[in-house]
């Protein structure tokens, strides 16, 4: 376990990516290149350990395929007529059964209730069998999750690897490994488009529910449930943190929305280049899967344009570069030796500033 865990008992303080750096280390790593970056989620070894998020602007089969390709994986989300969810994972079946390129994972994302037991049946009869279920909801530590879990094991037989989600605390993420998931998204309210933190108050920072959440795992023994860290990503240094404080992967949705991947076409305002970008709680997304904010609720994400940022290819290697070097100033060879060697620093605001080359704040 690295030392955030200390960090943030000992301070008493709830810290995020800006909060903290990590220290050099001596190394006898002569080459980027050497270094192992791969991770294992629901039983694949990915090589890049990300995931796109199950949002209606970032994965659908073009994206699921595309990062699969690259070594990563994509959830394809649940916001659509189960039959268009089925389509898009049966392109993605078939592209994994193309030998010239790396098998992309495929999953499909679900809710909670009948309704989505039914979608899951759908997919499952028209598919065969899927690599691992995504049950997606805000608060995965609830007794809407358990139920969800237990019938998903019903159907499937207990077979298929179950990733759930999102949880915030070292109790809900034993919480869900009770359950008998494979892998916890965690993090709540720290996405660039979720308004949860400020509508109703709770939330944590992704960094520290990350370390909460690894302390939770390694006391309670259950050091096959993966950690994904959902939120607040912005940067490649912020994909080292996570995977230095316990994550196994991170889970990204602007860093990937902006992409020629993502859902959606690109179009031009102000003479900027920028593609449509939603939180799945936004009144928008609501509005567009037909059925508007309830009476009574509120929405806790907005829609926004963001800029086009190219190709998917181009932010992958960005992110998995910094990965690699930060592996050669950590000395290590793998993203398990990372975390076990990572010695995180508290830093000042102005340290924060002198971060960041020209041009690089977001």
């Not at 800006?18 to 294992?40: A, F, H, I």
């Not at 070594?71 to 089925?86: S, T, V, Y």
């Not at 879990?149 to 109790?171: E, K, R, Y």
């Not at 990372?338 to 002198?354: G, N, Q, Y």
Request: with cysteine; proline share 3%; hydrophobic share 40%.
């Amino acid at each position: 376990m690295s030392n955030i865990y200390s960090i943030i008992k000992e301070s008493n303080e709830l810290l995020s990516f800006d909060d903290v750096l990590l220290l050099p280390k001596y190394s006898s790593v002569r080459s980027r290149l050497s270094v192992d970056t791969s991770s294992t989620l629901c039983g694949i070894s990915l090589s890049v350990p990300i995931v796109s998020s199950p949002m209606d602007t970032v994965t659908e089969s073009l994206m699921a395929i595309n990062i699969g390709r690259h070594g990563g994986a994509g959830i394809i989300h649940r916001f659509m007529d189960k039959k268009e969810q089925l389509w898009n994972l049966l392109n993605v079946s078939r592209a994994s059964r193309d030998n010239n390129f790396i098998s992309p994972p495929v999953i499909p994302a679900i809710g909670v209730g009948e309704d989505e037991i039914s979608r899951l049946e759908f997919i499952l009869k028209g598919i065969g069998s899927v690599d691992a279920i995504a049950i997606d909801i805000a608060n995965g530590h609830s007794s809407l999750m358990k139920e969800m879990v237990c019938n998903v094991n019903s159907l499937t037989g207990g077979g298929t690897p179950i990733i759930a989600g999102n949880v915030a605390t070292g109790d809900g993420f034993s919480f869900l490994a009770d359950c008998g998931v494979s892998a916890v998204r965690v993090g709540i309210g720290g996405g660039s488009i979720c308004k949860t933190r400020i509508m109703t108050g709770y939330g944590l920072p992704t960094l520290t529910s990350v370390a909460l959440c690894d302390a939770a795992r390694d006391s309670g023994g259950y050091n096959e449930v993966s950690i994904i860290a959902d939120g607040g990503v912005r940067y490649p240094s912020d994909l080292v943190k996570s995977l230095a404080s316990g994550a196994n992967f991170v889970m990204c949705g602007r860093v990937l929305a902006g992409t020629d991947s993502s859902p959606g076409d690109v179009v031009t305002i102000n003479e900027s280049r920028v593609k449509l970008y939603r939180g799945m709680a936004s009144s928008e997304a609501q509005i567009a899967r037909g059925t508007g904010k309830k009476p009574g609720t509120c929405s806790e994400g907005v829609s926004t344009h963001i800029e086009f940022t190219g190709s998917l290819e181009g932010v992958l290697e960005d992110f998995v570069g910094g990965l690699r070097s930060a592996m050669t100033y950590a000395g290590v060879q793998n993203i398990l030796d990372l975390k076990e060697s990572s010695i995180f620093s508290r830093v000042s605001s102005s340290s924060l500033d002198e971060s960041h080359a020209f041009g690089t704040k977001q």
